[in-house]
């Protein structure tokens, strides 16, 4: 009988109704194997680059550099090249082939690769929320209006290049360019605009381009596969996440349950998100920092997981508040100070050598009710996989287990097993006589830092006694 062990994370408010829990794995996907489901540790991080104090507020990167900004200063790869007027906050970067433009919710910023400067032409929008570029424009919304505006320099601002989001009366919040198209997302509502090729102003309203999903926290718009997706709002509600592939019709992707855990923060405006591309894998992650928490959604196979860091308290959110994508590298800024990480799959701990504790919940396993009594449960995964030198964790990894009989209110101790020591490959993890139960749950965990990969989670059930027949 399969545990039910393989899968994503789905708790919702009672552990009655869904208690499953997937930390630091994702599923893997591959339909023409023999396990075309399986759990594979989530990435680790090693130190790139010390930027300043920090913390890192956004990032950048074109051809030929990384740009990060870490406290108030703009890096460079590792040199300062210019300071901003604040130290917090998020910061947005837009960059045309010649001129870096940044904007931090109060002032804007151009750096032409010799000059930082401020920008102090006063028709620049008074409070620059948010950033884009397309088509030669950079382009600003003004937070607390509807309006946006636009420059082909940067440096250079008209009083007549601005319009508005006038589809509904609410406030513009953020834009982003994708496709070729502008993307004008309001707090309520959103509208694409197009490029008309009007030499007074070129971005016009599409016709059936209002959709009735805004944005509830603006960094959370990213890039995923063929469209955009956001943590969203309007009239009805907030906190689902959704994503736009095709036409102009979004579609909710998170599920009841996540969105229950998103309804348990006492604020979603601060979310952020970013997607990267690693090994045939998309993953959109946002992260709640009221909340303390990072999910993940992996748009490959269409499952959520969670991230979380092992350093101070566990489970915490990940340590990443910025990424880019530069010389075939991940690169993350750290929200606490101003490290830069290089995302690294075959690691299994965090910057500073912590190991990732990964945990999965499985489903309920039940039979209608009835007593099952499992005399042994056995986990298969990638053996064999231990270090031929440094710590115990190392040498002999360990994998545990334990089990709830009453839906995942109470638990087992936990009891570890070897995962193998380097090319241990027939290795097996079995746990005998767990017992009698009606409503099963299961909870893996890993410590060691060796890359991790589980296919397969199988009981082993005794029939249950009938009672005799009377004579």
């Not at 010390?50 to 790869?77: C, E, Q, W």
């Not at 397309?134 to 320099?153: A, L, R």
């Amino acid at each position: 009988m399969k545990l039910q062990l393989l899968g994503g994370a789905y708790a919702g408010r009672t552990n009655r109704l869904n208690v499953q829990v997937c930390r630091n794995f994702y599923l893997g996907i591959d339909p023409k194997d023999s396990f075309p489901v399986s759990l594979i540790g989530t990435p680790g991080s090693s130190l790139k680059w010390a930027l300043g104090t920090g913390p890192i507020r956004g990032s950048l990167s074109t051809d030929t550099a990384a740009f990060h900004v870490s406290g108030n200063k703009l890096y460079s790869g590792t040199t300062v090249v210019g300071t901003l007027n604040t130290i917090t906050g998020i910061v947005y970067l837009a960059h045309n082939g010649t001129v870096l433009l940044l904007v931090d919710g109060a002032y804007g910023y151009t750096w032409d690769g010799t000059t930082f400067a401020v920008i102090t032409d006063v028709d620049f929008p008074s409070n620059p929320g948010t950033l884009s570029f397309q088509d030669g424009y950079f382009i600003v919304s003004d937070t607390g209006t509807n309006q946006f505006y636009i420059s082909p320099t940067g440096t250079a601002w008209s009083p007549t290049d601005f319009a508005s989001a006038e589809g509904e009366a609410d406030y513009l919040v953020r834009v982003y360019s994708d496709r070729q198209v502008l993307w004008l997302f309001g707090s309520l509502t959103g509208e694409v605009h197009y490029n008309s090729g009007d030499v007074d102003f070129p971005f016009r309203r599409l016709d059936g381009g209002l959709f009735h999903y805004g944005c509830a926290a603006p960094a959370s718009v990213a890039r995923i596969k063929g469209g955009l997706i956001w943590l969203s709002k309007n009239a009805r509600g907030h906190g689902q996440v959704v994503a736009m592939s095709g036409g102009y019709l979004p579609e909710i992707i998170s599920t009841p349950q996540i969105d229950y855990q998103f309804s348990t923060y006492s604020r979603i405006d601060d979310a952020f998100g970013y997607t990267y591309q690693a090994e045939g894998y998309e993953f959109y992650c946002l992260t709640f920092p009221s909340g303390n928490k990072t999910w993940v959604f992996d748009g490959t196979a269409a499952e959520w997981h969670e991230r979380a860091s092992t350093i101070g308290t566990f489970p915490a959110r990940q340590r990443y508040s910025s990424h880019t994508f530069f010389n075939g590298e991940h690169l993350l800024g750290d929200y606490a100070n101003g490290n830069v990480y290089v995302l690294n799959h075959n690691l299994g701990t965090e910057y500073d050598g912590t190991t990732i504790i990964r945990d999965r919940i499985s489903k309920h396993l039940n039979a209608d009710q009835q007593r099952l009594f499992i005399r042994e449960a056995q986990i298969a995964m990638e053996h064999g996989i231990g270090s031929a030198t440094g710590i115990s964790s190392q040498v002999d990894p360990q994998i545990s287990l334990r089990w709830s009989k009453d839906g995942g209110h109470t638990w087992s101790n936990e009891l570890f097993r070897s995962i193998g020591k380097i090319g241990e490959y027939l290795t097996r993890a079995v746990w005998r006589n767990l017992g009698w139960g009606r409503d099963w749950v299961f909870w893996l965990r890993t410590y060691t830092d060796r890359p991790i990969v589980v296919t397969e989670a199988v009981g082993f059930l005794r029939e249950a006694v009938k009672p005799r027949a009377s004579s």
